[in-house]
Structure formats: structure tokens, C-alpha cells
């Protein structure tokens, strides 16, 4: 599985940006696929996930309300639309699968990041 993000950048805090993670290789195999967030200095924590069959969503609390997550499976892409950014959103993002649960060590392809800077 090849997993590759885009659609970080620089925004000011209030504004929006959509991330994008295009899948490819065996994805038959997913269970859900998810976003991470990692700080400089901080550990990779969890955003996000949207099982890949069905309908269920899950999100880490300090998004809610303010980040979804969609997919296109016709795509194969997944999307994550990030909505009244605060400084503290700042980080690379990735996106990641899992072929089963959806605690961090059970997610096994893991695409490069993209950059989210907001500026206060």
C-alpha cells in the first residue's frame, strides 16, 4: 500500500485548508484509513479516521467539530477538511492504514506528510 498526502500549507488562524491522501497498491486489505498530526517535539498523535467500507468516522476531541474526514473510494483518495485553524494546529500531517484496529501501532503504511502552518 503507497499512501501519498497533499494540500498542506501556510493559513492564518480562522482560515481552512483540505488535505488529500491518494491510496494505492492492496487496498482490499483496509480497514480504515486515518491522519495523524505530529508538532516539532511533540509525539505523532491521532486526528482522524473513516473506515474504508461503511460509514463510521472518528476523531480526536481537540478537532471535533472543526475537522472532517470524507473519502471517495472511487478515487481511492481520502480527505481531511480542516476548518477555524488554530495556531496550535501546526503540523506535519500524515495519513496512514490500517488493515484492522485503529490504535497508532496497528497502522502499517504510513504516506510522507504534508505541512500545516497556522499563523496567529
Known amino acids: 500500500v503507497q499512501l501519498q498526502a497533499s494540500g498542506g500549507g501556510l493559513v492564518r488562524a480562522g482560515g481552512s485548508l483540505r488535505l488529500s491522501c491518494v491510496v494505492s497498491?492492496?487496498?482490499?486489505?483496509?480497514?480504515?484509513l486515518g491522519w495523524f498530526r505530529q508538532a516539532p517535539g511533540k509525539e505523532r498523535r491521532f486526528v482522524a479516521a473513516?473506515?474504508?467500507?461503511?460509514?463510521?468516522?472518528w476523531y480526536a476531541d481537540s478537532v471535533k467539530g472543526r475537522f472532517t474526514i470524507s473519502r471517495d473510494n472511487a478515487k481511492n483518495t481520502v480527505y481531511l477538511q480542516m476548518n477555524n485553524l488554530k495556531p496550535e494546529d501546526t503540523a506535519v500531517y500524515y495519513c496512514?492504514?490500517?488493515?484492522?484496529?485503529?490504535?497508532?501501532?496497528?497502522?502499517?503504511?504510513w504516506g510522507q506528510g504534508t505541512l500545516v502552518t497556522v499563523s496567529s
Open positions: 496512514a492504514h490500517t488493515p484492522s484496529g485503529l490504535e497508532i501501532h496497528e497502522y502499517d503504511y
Open positions: 497498491g492492496r487496498t482490499f486489505s483496509t480497514y480504515a
Open positions: 473513516i473506515a474504508w467500507g461503511g460509514v463510521n468516522t
